[in-house]
């Protein structure tokens, strides 16, 4: 109540309740009695208990304090305060008047009031900076969302931006998922072209139920409806601006078949959970009824025995149409005597088959689009092949002429072939029979002495050795010219075989001449001459007689036989057993902050790649290793390569500088299968 603090004095004013305090209370003095009787403007005086009353309803009703329940501990609280020292010295003095019983409930209302008029302006200062302090948090907010207005566009284009790089992606993965096959359906009908023009492989409310022989799950739908959302409202792209009807309608097809997979989900949970008959029977019913769900929902007020009726209805009809009808009912809201539950359940069932319709009017579009595209490219792909092939014509006229001098070029070098191998098998053979005959171990003749008679000539009737002159007159050729002798042959005969696969050329009818001279050639060179099965075939198929007949492929019994080299040789990763090198590295950093019992984190410091090739092919042939460029600078790519039948295997490895000593713990060594390759790392030690 804003009462002083009393000080304690000798006078007795102390407000501790001693037995002189208390007679005081209950005995006031004759000029407070006086003064307490002293009625103003006429109205009867109040004792000194009323004034008590009074204060302690005063303090109760605003304050809610009393002598026994206040936060001061003070007993005497309703009791008024009285400094007598100062009122005799007031008196004494001539300054002090008479202190009534009113002038005192009227000081105690006062203080009253002006306490409360304190606490209202608190509570009022209060409101205002609340509301001061809510007008700059929302003009704080106003000015973040004008900042970050831009940046929340830039993220939304990105994510939708994203979300086409992944449908790209996807789309060159064969890995499509339905948004994916939708938005190229779509951008097939603008027009762009894809290598497969694939599209949904049904109508848009069938493939929300089944999609590759399998139903669609939830985690499917949920996926779809947030992609779908990412479409609706905007103009990112060409399939976002022209085709708003269409999304918004898949939309409501996908939440419609959410709905039905969530119950078909829950019927199957709960029959796993209690699989007994009569719990089997009630989930068939279930299941069924989410089959069909266009009529049979209990909140649209149709009866199933009209629900063909109703199918009937909305089922043929376009968006139009269907929002033709949907005026027409709407109308009828107006007449009398209807059946309102009845139209009032078609009429909600209206958007889902409108919806279909603009799905499957959009879809027909997608795949006529699809098929008019890929008539549109064969075309274009037979125009190409038929202009690459008229060049392919004109450059095989000019090149036939320059063939057939090379084809009788190549006949005269492999008739010149034979007939040196010829010589030189000669010269062998008579080397062997007569190792003398080059007279290079022929003893010097002596003359004959006079009148001496030479004897006959042995063997008379031997034959003849056939003169070396002819054969040292023989064309010689080079180890480098025969080779690219042989390598043009080679070149000519790859041309000429593309120009027999293409069409290009056709194999010259022998003639006999020609027929004897290279069985002439066969004759001298077996293995010069090898014949191909397309060749051997022909021959058979014009020698074949009237009661002869080709057998047919499918006579082939298949034997179920595995072989014991069909693994050995078959395509494969090699197999390794590595291993990692780590360790301390007791740098200056690490020796102040770590110790032996708190060691530092460890360090890479070498490797030791152990790869088997033991079904090698070409065991001659050692296996290499190369290091290639990483995605990181700190690191690099060692790929080890080794021929048939393994492929090559890579690894990640840090990019640092190696130690090539030997005593250093580097080893590249291929033995018995094994490619090992050992090194470490340098370690670089700071020294001022």
């Not at 002598?67 to 020292?85: C, H, I, M, Q, Y």
């Not at 304190?118 to 200062?125: I, L, S």
């Not at 009148?451 to 009737?461: D, H, I, S, T």
Request: proline share 6%.
């Amino acid at each position: 109540m804003g009462k002083k603090r009393r000080k304690h004095d000798g006078s007795g004013s102390s407000r501790s309740p001693s037995p002189d305090r208390i007679r005081e209370a209950r005995n006031p003095s004759q000029a407070e009695v006086a003064g307490f009787r002293a009625p103003p403007s006429g109205k009867p005086a109040m004792t000194v208990k009323q004034l008590r009353e009074e204060r302690q309803k005063l303090l109760h009703e605003h304050f809610g304090y009393s002598n026994t329940n206040n936060p001061f501990g003070d007993r005497l609280l309703a009791e008024p305060f009285v400094w007598k020292k100062k009122n005799q010295l007031l008196q004494a003095a001539g300054q002090k008047g008479k202190t009534t019983v009113a002038a005192l409930i009227h000081s105690s209302k006062s203080k009253v009031q002006e306490i409360e008029n304190v606490k209202r302006r608190r509570e009022e200062r209060e409101k205002e900076e609340e509301l001061m302090q809510q007008q700059r948090e929302e003009l704080q907010r106003e000015k973040e969302r004008e900042h970050y207005e831009e940046y929340a566009q830039k993220e939304e284009l990105f994510h939708r931006s994203n979300q086409l790089k992944k449908t790209e992606i996807r789309l060159e993965q064969n890995r499509a998922q339905l948004i994916d096959l939708i938005v190229k359906g779509l951008r097939i009908i603008k027009g762009e072209r894809f290598e497969k023009m694939d599209v949904l492989p049904g109508p848009p409310h069938e493939v929300l139920e089944t999609y590759k022989n399998e139903p669609v799950t939830v985690a499917m739908l949920e996926d779809l409806i947030a992609d779908v959302k990412l479409h609706i409202d905007v103009d990112t792209t060409v399939v976002d601006a022209d085709f708003q009807d269409f999304w918004k309608s898949l939309l409501v097809l996908a939440r419609e078949a959410l709905e039905r997979a969530k119950k078909r989900k829950d019927v199957l949970d709960q029959l796993a959970r209690n699989s007994s008959p009569q719990m089997a029977a009630e989930a068939a019913a279930q299941l069924a009824d989410t089959v069909c769900p266009q009529i049979r929902d209990a909140d649209t007020g149709i009866v199933l025995s009209v629900a063909h009726e109703v199918e009937g209805l909305l089922g043929g009809k376009s968006a139009a149409e269907l929002d033709e009808l949907e005026a027409q009912i709407r109308s009828k809201f107006e007449e009398e005597d209807i059946d309102v539950a009845y139209w009032e359940g078609i009429l909600n069932k209206i958007p889902s088959f409108r919806a279909r319709a603009v799905c499957l009017q959009t879809w027909h579009m997608m795949t006529q689009s699809a098929a008019d595209a890929e008539r549109e490219m064969a075309r274009e792909k037979a125009l190409k092949e038929e202009e690459e092939a008229k060049a392919a014509r004109a450059k095989g006229e000019e090149l036939e002429g320059l063939l057939l001098e090379e084809a009788d070029a190549r006949k005269l070098a492999r008739a010149q072939q034979i007939k040196q191998d010829a010589i030189k098998v000669a010269r062998s053979v008579e080397k062997d029979v007569n190792p003398n005959a080059d007279g290079s171990f022929s003893p010097e003749l002596e003359p004959y002495d006079e009148g001496e008679v030479p004897p006959p000539v042995r063997g008379p009737y031997s034959p003849q050795l056939w003169p070396f002159d002819e054969f040292r007159h023989a064309e010689i050729l080079a180890p480098d010219d025969d080779e690219d002798r042989r390598a043009n042959l080679k070149k000519t005969l790859i041309q000429k075989e593309r120009l027999k696969r293409a069409g290009l050329e056709e194999d010259p009818e022998p003639t006999p001449e020609a027929a004897e001279n290279d069985a002439s050639l066969d004759v001298l060179d077996p293995a010069a001459k090898v014949t191909t099965y397309e060749e051997f075939v022909k021959k058979e198929k014009k020698n074949l007689e009237a009661d002869e007949e080709v057998m047919a492929s499918s006579s082939e019994h298949k034997l179920t036989m595995h072989y014991t080299w069909e693994e050995k040789y078959r395509p494969r990763k090699p197999r390794f057993f590595n291993r990692v090198k780590t360790g301390y590295s007791w740098n200056k950093y690490n020796t102040t902050h770590y110790d032996h019992d708190n060691p530092p984190p460890k360090v890479v410091q070498g490797y030791k790649f152990n790869i088997f090739y033991p079904d090698l092919i070409d065991k001659t042939k050692a296996p290499t290793w190369f290091l290639e460029p990483s995605d990181t600078p700190d690191t690099v790519i060692i790929r080890f390569h080794a021929g048939p039948p393994y492929e090559d295997i890579a690894f990640k490895i840090l990019n640092q500088e190696w130690q090539l000593e030997r005593f250093r713990g580097f080893r590249n060594v291929f033995d018995r299968g094994i490619m090992q390759l050992y090194f470490s790392f340098k370690r670089y030690i700071y020294r001022r």
